[in-house]
Every structure is written in structure tokens, then in C-alpha cells.
């Protein structure tokens, strides 16, 4: 049992996108966690098993489960700001583990201490309002996995509605997939570029020049479109939002300190 006088240890499961390709949405975790009032640790860790679990590899599914749950065994919570990968973390670990009597009760365990990021927040945490400044308008992406497997969607915008010169414009059909899911986007690209078409269009039809989401595959899928078609939106992940931290340019967007000719290691001061 946690002891009531030290402030819950909560594990930050970063997520493979964040780690490889978006840091700031992990600090902008740390952040946002810490303030709620919860000490962050963040224990060696890989992929959640999603891809592998998806394709129907349930042997290397599986290892890597077991390996999460060990990595994560002195956690209080666990959270990603991810619902893909919250979701496989609390839907999926357990039924890995149905022919393992012996291990399923902790799979079950480790299961119910996992959260996305703002159902945490607020759900968990009582979180009612954050530090941050407002940023104007925007439109809201319900991911396929926060909403339908975790029950994310007034979480989000409880803390968005919060901050004072932020306002949030709906999305005509805001829980439509993006097209990306995973492994799909590889599938079957055809079908993929056309569901992330009608979402662009969807998004800038908002007229909010900021599009915000709580899974990093979703963003980049959409903000790669948005840029394609050349739609004057930009793309972060809510957490960065949330957090105060938009220091770093936004999705896909270059960086103001390297040209597109120029590596980082020849930028000028």
C-alpha cells in the first residue's frame, strides 16, 4: 500500500513516438503530473507491445508485457500520454496473460493502476484547472483508443476550458479516426490517405488555427496532411498545451535554429 504521508510515485510511460520523435510531450508530462502533486519517475522501458499485439505476434506481445510490468512493479500509477498506448497497457495486458494463472492477477494489477495522461489528471488527481496561459483557439481530436477503450473525451476538455483565452471550437465529427492506426496507415494507404483527407477538412473547416490531440500518432498523421494540402493549421500534442510548453515549434514544423539545408551542427548563433 502507498504510504498516505509521501506523494504517489507515478511512473511516466513515455511511448515510442514521444521518445523518438516529440521529447517535449514527456517533460510536458513530468510537468503536468508533478503539479498535480505526484512524485515522477521514469523506469527503463521500450515499445508497449501494440504493434506486435495488433499483427497477432502474441509471443513477442507478451514479453514485452511482462517486461513492462516488472520495469513498473514499484509504481503507484502508471501513466502515458498516449491513449493507444494507456490503452493496450490497461485493456489488452491482462488478456495476453488469460492462459497464465499464476501471472494474470498481476497483469490484472498493473492493468488497473494504468492511465492516459488528462483522464489521470483529472479522473485520478481531481485536477480542476492548470497553470498554463491560454492559447487562443482550437480544435479538439478524440484518438480512436483514448475514447473508445478508456472513456477519454470530457477529461481534455475540462482542463482546455480552464484556461482563461483558450477557446475551444468543436470538430463537426471530433471522434472520427485520422486514418493513422498504427500498423493500418502501412496496410492499406489508400484507405488511410482518404480518412485523413475528410479529417483535414473537417479541422479547417473550424476555422481554429491549432489543432490539438492526446496521441502522437494521430498528430503527426494529421498534421502531415494539413501541411500537405497546405491548410494554415499547426499541430501539438494537448499535454504541451496543457503544460505551458510550446517553446518547441509545432508538429513537423522545422526548427527556427536549423534551415532545411543546414545541419544542427553548422547552425549560425
Known amino acids: 500500500m502507498p504510504d498516505a504521508a509521501k506523494p504517489p510515485k507515478v511512473g511516466l510511460f513515455v511511448t515510442c513516438l514521444v521518445d523518438l520523435f516529440r521529447p517535449s510531450v514527456g517533460f510536458a508530462a513530468v510537468r503536468l503530473i508533478e503539479e498535480s502533486g505526484c512524485e ?22 507478451k514479453a514485452i508485457a511482462r517486461a513492462t510490468i516488472e520495469a513498473f512493479a514499484g509504481c503507484d500509477h502508471v501513466v502515458a500520454p498516449s491513449g493507444s498506448c494507456a490503452g ?52 479538439y481530436h478524440d484518438s480512436c483508443s483514448g475514447l473508445r477503450e478508456l472513456g477519454v473525451r470530457a477529461q481534455p476538455r475540462k482542463l482546455l476550458a480552464a484556461m482563461q483565452g483558450t477557446t475551444l471550437v468543436e470538430l463537426a465529427d471530433p471522434d472520427a479516426c485520422c486514418g493513422f492506426g498504427g500498423t493500418f496507415a502501412v496496410k492499406y494507404p489508400e484507405i488511410s490517405d482518404a480518412i485523413v483527407g475528410r479529417k483535414a477538412d473537417d479541422v479547417a473547416a473550424t476555422g481554429a488555427p491549432l489543432l490539438l490531440a492526446g496521441d502522437l500518432g ?4 494529421m498534421a502531415g496532411k494539413l501541411q500537405r494540402q497546405g491548410k494554415p493549421v499547426v499541430a501539438r500534442h494537448v499535454a504541451e498545451v496543457l503544460a505551458g510548453m510550446t517553446e518547441t515549434p509545432p508538429i513537423g514544423a522545422p526548427s527556427p535554429q536549423t534551415s532545411p539545408h543546414e545541419a544542427p551542427s553548422e547552425a549560425k548563433p
Open 40 to 61: 515522477v519517475v521514469v523506469p527503463r522501458q521500450t515499445c508497449c507491445g501494440q504493434p506486435a499485439y495488433n499483427s497477432g505476434d502474441r509471443k513477442d506481445a
Open 218 to 221: 494521430c498528430l503527426m498523421n
Open 88 to 139: 493496450t497497457l490497461r485493456a489488452h495486458y491482462p488478456e495476453l496473460f488469460a492462459d497464465e494463472p499464476d501471472f494474470l492477477p498481476k497483469a490484472r494489477a498493473f492493468a488497473a493502476r494504468c492511465h492516459e495522461l488528462t483522464s489521470f489528471l483529472v479522473d485520478v488527481r481531481g485536477m480542476e484547472r492548470v497553470a498554463a496561459e491560454g492559447v487562443g483557439a482550437v480544435a
